[in-house]
C-alpha cells in the first residue's frame, strides 16, 4: 500500500492509466491493471475489429493496438513493459500479453495446488495477430527485446507477469523487485445456477525437480535501478527517456544504477523532508 500511495503521488496529472511512449530505439508500454472482457464481448475481435474503446476493458486489444503502431517504427529494437504502479487483476489478460512476448504465441502456466499437492502445467495459444490460425506466426519474442519493469507497487499478476517471462526467457526485468501477491481466483456454481468467486488453494509458481518455487518472492531484476531505498526518487518510474537509458546500461552487461553523490544527497534530504512533513499533518 506505502509503494502504491507512493507511485500514485509522484505520477504526473496527465499521465492516464495506460499509455504508449517512445524514445529512440525503445518503446515503453505502461498500463496500471490487467483486464480481460472475453467472457463478455460478443460478437469476437474476429468479427468486428478491434476499437480504441476496446483498450479500456481489454489487454489484448490495448496490446494488438500497441503492437500494430509499434510496427510502424523501425528504429524500435527494445520494448519495455512498464509495471511500476500495476496491481494486478485478471489472469486472463496475464496470459494475453505473456502471448505478444512469446516467440510463437506459446504460454506456459504452471502452478501447485496446496491442497492435493499437484502441480501442474498449462499451455494456451494466443492469436496476437487475429488470422483464426494458432502458429508461429503469433507473437513477437525474437523480432524485439523485451523488459519488464517493476517497483514495490507491482503486484499479483504484475509479479506474475515478470516471473513467467524471466523463467522462460522472454524477457529482462529492470527496476527493483515486484510486491509479490499470489492469489488465484477459483470460481464455481452452485445447485441454483449462481456463480460465486473464492481465492482458491492454487499458488503460481514452478517445479524445476527439486521442489516448487512460488512466484511470490522469486524474481529478480537483471537491472536494480534502486540500489537503496533513498534512490527511489532517483528512478525514472514514468519518464522514457531515463527508461531508455535503464534499458541500454542492462543491454551493455551492467547489474546496478550507479547515482551521484550530490543526487542521493539531495534525495535522501527531500525524503526525510517528506517524511516529517507528513508526520507533523
Known amino acids: 500500500m506505502v509503494w502504491t500511495l507512493y507511485m500514485n503521488n509522484i505520477k504526473p496529472a496527465d499521465y492516464g492509466k495506460q499509455r504508449l511512449d517512445y524514445s529512440g530505439d525503445t518503446a515503453v508500454i505502461y498500463f496500471e491493471g490487467f483486464k480481460d472482457d472475453s467472457t463478455l464481448r460478443k460478437p469476437s475481435y474476429y468479427m468486428i475489429p478491434i476499437k480504441p474503446e476496446d483498450e479500456e476493458t ?28 500495476n496491481g494486478g487483476g485478471s489472469a486472463t489478460g496475464l496470459i494475453a500479453i505473456l502471448g505478444f512476448l512469446s516467440g510463437d504465441g506459446e504460454v506456459n502456466f504452471t502452478n501447485k495446488d496446496v491442497m492435493t499437492g ?23 519474442g525474437g ?21 513467467y517471462a524471466q523463467q522462460n ?22 445447485a441454483y445456477g449462481r456463480s460465486a468467486a473464492y481465492s482458491c488453494m492454487l499458488k503460481l509458481g514452478k517445479d524445476d525437480g527439486s521442489g516448487f518455487v512460488s512466484d511470490e518472492k522469486a524474481v529478480v531484476p537483471d537491472y536494480e535501478m534502486m ?16 527508461i531508455t537509458q535503464a534499458v541500454h546500461n542492462c543491454i551493455n552487461g551492467e547489474k546496478t544504477a550507479v547515482y551521484s553523490e550530490e543526487a542521493e544527497a539531495q534525495a535522501m534530504s527531500e525524503f526525510f523532508e517528506g517524511l516529517f512533513e507528513r508526520m507533523a499533518q
Not at 62 to 84: A, R
Not at 121 to 140: F, I, P, R
Not at 169 to 190: E, H, M, N, Q, Y
Not at 227 to 242: F, H, M, N, Q, R
Open 143 to 163: 523480432q524485439y527485446d523485451f523488459f519488464i519493469m517493476c517497483s514495490g507497487s507491482s503486484y499479483s499478476c504484475g509479479n506474475a507477469l515478470p516471473y
Open 227 to 242: 540500489p537503496s531505498l533513498v534512490d527511489i526518487k532517483l528512478v525514472p518510474w514514468y519518464d522514457v527517456e531515463g
Open 118 to 140: 499437484s502441480y501442474r502445467s498449462e499451455w494456451c495459444h494466443v492469436d496476437t495477430n487475429l488470422d483464426g490460425v494458432a502458429d508461429d506466426q503469433d507473437g513477437y
Open 169 to 190: 526467457g522472454l524477457a529482462k526485468v529492470i527496476g527493483t523487485r515486484p510486491g509479490g501477491g499470489d492469489c488465484v481466483v477459483g470460481s464455481f456454481i452452485d
Open 58 to 85: 481489454s489487454n489484448f486489444a490495448f496490446f494488438y493496438n500497441c503492437f500494430e503502431d509499434i510496427k510502424k517504427h523501425e528504429e524500435v529494437k527494445n520494448i519495455v513493459i512498464n509495471l511500476s504502479n
